[in-house]
C-alpha cells in the first residue's frame, strides 16, 4: 500500500511539474531577454546575457511610453477599485440584509449581467461618454472599469455577508447604532477576507484591461499599460527593438506576481470561505 500511494502521488507531481516549468520558461527566458542587446538575442537566444544592464529597462521606460503608462494603469487600477468597493460593498449589504419586494430578482439581475460578453456593452459605452464628454478620460475609464466589475463583487460579497450573524446587527442596534455604522464597524471588518479577494481579482483585471483603453483613451500621454506595450510590440517589429520589448513585459508582468505573492494567502482563504458558503 505504501508502495502505490507514493506511485500516486509521483503520477500527480509529474504532470504539475511539467505543467509549471512551460508556465514559467517563457517567463525566465522574457526575462534573460530583457538584458540583452539585440545581437545577442538574434544570436544566441537561450544564453545569459554577456553583460546585465538596464539599458532596454531604461528605453522602454523613458522613451517608448512605458513609465507614463505604467503610471496611468496605477492610477485607474487602484481608483476603479476603491470605487467598485464603495458601490458594490452597500448593495451588496441592502440585497443580503434588508429584505424588499424585488431583491431577489435584483440579485439575480445583478448575476445575470456576469454572463452577458461586455463586447456587447462598448458601442453604447462609447455614445454615452461622448455625449457627456468623457472621452480620453482616466477619471472616466476609472468608473468605467469600476462599474463592470460591480456584479461579480457583488457576487463575492453577498455570499460572505451571509454568514455573518445577525443578532451581532441586532444587539449593535439595540445600543443604538445606526445601519450605516452597523455595515462600516461590524459587517465590513468581518467580510474582510472576501472584500480582499474581489479587490485584487478586480485590480489585476483592470491592470491587464486592454479594449476599453483602446477604445475610450485617444492621448497618448493616457496611454494605459495595456494600449502601450502593443505600441511598443508594433516598434519592436519594425525596428528590432526586441530587447526594450522583453523589458517593458518585464515592467508590465513583475508588479502583478509581486502583489499576488503576497496577497496569494487571502485568495485561497477568500475562495475556500466562498466556496463553503
Same mark, same amino acid.
Given at each position: 500500500m505504501q508502495i502505490l500511494s507514493t506511485l500516486s502521488k509521483i503520477a500527480v507531481r509529474i504532470p504539475l511539474f511539467l505543467w509549471s516549468?512551460?508556465?514559467?520558461?517563457? #517567463?525566465?527566458?522574457?526575462f534573460i531577454g &530583457?538584458?540583452?542587446?539585440?545581437?545577442?538575442?538574434?544570436?544566441?537566444?537561450? %544564453?545569459?546575457?554577456?553583460q546585465w544592464n538596464l539599458n532596454n529597462f531604461?528605453? &522602454?521606460? =523613458?522613451?517608448y511610453n512605458i513609465g507614463t503608462a505604467f503610471l496611468n494603469s496605477l492610477f485607474v487600477t487602484i481608483l476603479g477599485s476603491l470605487l467598485c468597493l464603495l458601490f458594490a460593498i452597500p448593495t451588496a449589504y441592502a440585497l443580503e440584509r434588508l429584505r424588499f419586494?424585488? %431583491?431577489d430578482v435584483l440579485l439575480n439581475t445583478y448575476l445575470a449581467s456576469m454572463m452577458l460578453p461586455s463586447v456587447l456593452g462598448w458601442i453604447p459605452l462609447f455614445f454615452?461618454?461622448?455625449?457627456?464628454?468623457?472621452?480620453?478620460?482616466?477619471? &472616466? #475609464?476609472?468608473?468605467?472599469?469600476?462599474? =463592470?466589475?460591480?456584479?461579480?463583487?457583488?457576487?463575492? #460579497?453577498? %455570499?460572505?455577508?451571509?454568514?455573518?450573524?445577525?443578532e451581532l446587527e441586532e444587539a449593535a &442596534?439595540?445600543?443604538?447604532? %445606526?445601519?450605516?455604522?452597523?455595515?462600516?464597524?461590524?459587517v465590513t471588518p468581518l467580510v474582510k477576507s472576501g472584500i480582499i479577494t474581489a479587490t485584487i481579482l478586480n485590480a489585476i483585471s483592470f491592470w491587464n484591461e486592454y479594449f476599453l483603453a483602446l477604445i475610450l483613451l485617444d492621448t497618448k500621454s493616457k496611454n494605459t499599460l495595456g494600449v502601450a506595450m502593443d505600441l511598443l510590440k508594433t516598434s519592436a517589429r519594425y525596428e528590432s527593438a526586441w530587447g526594450v520589448l522583453?523589458?517593458? #513585459?518585464?515592467?508590465?508582468?513583475?508588479?502583478?506576481?509581486?502583489?499576488? =505573492?503576497?496577497?496569494q494567502r487571502h485568495i485561497v482563504k477568500g475562495m475556500t470561505e466562498g466556496a463553503i458558503k
Open positions: 516549468i512551460i508556465v514559467v520558461f517563457p #517567463l525566465v527566458w522574457m &530583457a538584458f540583452k542587446t539585440n545581437a545577442e538575442i538574434f544570436s544566441s537566444p537561450w %544564453s545569459w546575457p554577456q531604461v528605453a &522602454a521606460w =523613458s522613451n419586494k424585488g %431583491s454615452l461618454l461622448l455625449k457627456f464628454n468623457m472621452l480620453d478620460n482616466l477619471w &472616466a #475609464l476609472s468608473l468605467v472599469y469600476a462599474v =463592470s466589475q460591480i456584479p461579480f463583487t457583488i457576487f463575492i #460579497l453577498v %455570499s460572505f455577508m451571509g454568514n455573518v450573524p445577525r &442596534a439595540i445600543d443604538g447604532m %445606526s445601519p450605516y455604522g452597523i455595515l462600516l464597524k461590524i522583453f523589458a517593458g #513585459l518585464c515592467i508590465a508582468v513583475i508588479p502583478v506576481i509581486i502583489f499576488y =505573492s503576497i496577497f
